[in-house]
């Protein structure tokens, strides 16, 4: 399928096999895979949970609407932001220090 194909292909799905469960080493690969995206300054500010125990999941859909199919999943990947990367003291500091880095490799 290419890209274009897979595009127009993709929907949400909110109802899900009770019988089919997702490998750890499976979930680890598409995690893996996911790590590439880009992020801004590179800074990759995001944490990953991953969970399967059923009655944390069942708190979570209280968190969520309600919606049943937060339990109904084998398992919720749930993915923190972290947002101090993207302060202003951050990013200067950041930019400061690529600067000097810069000046210093072209000497
Ligand atoms: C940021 C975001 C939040 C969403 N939150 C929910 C949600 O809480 N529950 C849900 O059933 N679908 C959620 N969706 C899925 C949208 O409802 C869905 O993408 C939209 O109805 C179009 O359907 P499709 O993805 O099958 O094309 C969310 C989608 C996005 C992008």
């Known amino acids: ?41 590179n800074a990759q500010p995001w944490k990953v949970i991953v969970i399967k125990n059923k009655s944390v999941m069942k708190m979570l859909q209280k968190f969520s609407y309600n919606q049943e199919q937060v339990t109904q999943a084998s398992m919720i990947i749930l993915i923190l932001g972290d947002k101090s990367h993207y302060n202003t003291d951050y990013l200067i500091a950041n930019q400061l220090k690529h600067n000097i880095s810069d000046k ?4």
């Open 1 to 41: 399928m290419d890209f274009l194909n897979y595009l127009d292909a993709r929907k949400s799905v909110r109802h899900f096999k009770q019988q089919v469960t997702i490998s750890n080493e499976e979930i680890f690969n598409i995690l893996n895979h996911a790590a590439n995206a880009p992020s801004g300054n």
């Open 104 to 107: 210093r490799e072209n000497q």
